[in-house]
């Protein structure tokens, strides 16, 4: 069965530093995977996805992930956090095998960004 | 494109009541989605609609939980005999593909 873990519940930077959210996942197969980003009191909002093209993958709000198959990563990185990208952050598994939709998430970030 | 919408935004019941929640997709997205979310964790997947069929439900769908989409277009979920495990966020989404599903701001179920 697909799953996926996020190292961290609670991560804090400072502003202007390196964000750093980390994903790892299990599967059979790649997977197709995404990050997404939830504000307070909002739906959660795409940031950016791996659907087997290019490895690096850029996102919305200067975000960007690598898939890494042989450590089965996929983590986040942005260059310099903003204190707009403190939220909760869920990484998420599609199992590619199958026509259904189904989206396994992680259990989720939360990134703190000190002034 | 005005965004997925779900009513209520907040529902509070008293445990045995029966409750229902409404989701609007965005227009002509021909998939929906369900999921509940508690405090610190992500989304659980519940169930999927493609049109007005439903093509497939977790077992964490008890069978007190039923939801419909008549025509394809909004959909509904149900609980009925709610208990206080029920309580969490409950997320629609929607989609026309499966590399992007949009979100509604969720309803929020307390049972007390």
């Known amino acids: 069965a697909q799953s996926v873990t996020q190292l961290g519940s609670h991560v804090s930077v400072s502003e202007g530093a390196l964000v750093l959210l980390r994903c790892n996942y299990s599967?059979?197969?790649?997977?197709?995977l995404f990050w997404y980003v939830q504000y307070p009191n909002q739906g959660l909002q795409l940031l950016l996805k791996?659907?087997?093209?290019?490895?690096l993958v850029k996102g919305i709000n200067g975000f960007e992930a690598e898939f890494k198959k042989s450590e089965t990563s996929f983590h986040l990185t942005k260059p310099s956090a903003h204190m707009s990208d403190a939220a909760e952050y869920f990484c998420?598994?599609?199992?590619?095998?199958?026509?259904?939709?189904?989206?396994?998430f992680g259990p989720g970030t939360s990134l703190s960004v000190i002034p | 494109d005005t965004g997925v919408s779900q009513d209520p935004r907040h529902k509070i019941t008293k445990r045995g009541q029966n409750v229902t929640f409404r989701c609007d997709p965005i227009?002509?997205?021909?998939?929906l989605y369900w999921y509940r979310q508690t405090l610190g964790q992500g989304p659980e997947f519940l169930t999927y609609?493609?049109?007005?069929?439903?093509?497939?439900k977790s077992r964490l769908l008890s069978d007190r939980f039923s939801a419909e989409r008549p025509k394809g277009s909004f959909s509904t979920l149900e609980i009925q005999r709610t208990e206080q495990g029920d309580s969490a966020m409950y997320l629609c989404?929607?989609?026309?593909?499966?590399?992007?599903?949009?979100f509604g701001p969720g309803t929020r179920l307390t049972v007390t």
């Open positions: 609609f493609q049109n007005e069929a439903q093509l497939e």
């Open positions: 791996y659907t087997s093209a290019a490895t």
């Open positions: 599967s059979s197969v790649p997977p197709y």
């Open positions: 998420a598994v599609s199992d590619r095998k199958t026509s259904y939709d189904k989206v396994i």
């Open positions: 989404a929607s989609s026309t593909s499966r590399y992007e599903q949009y």
């Open positions: 227009s002509e997205h021909n998939r």
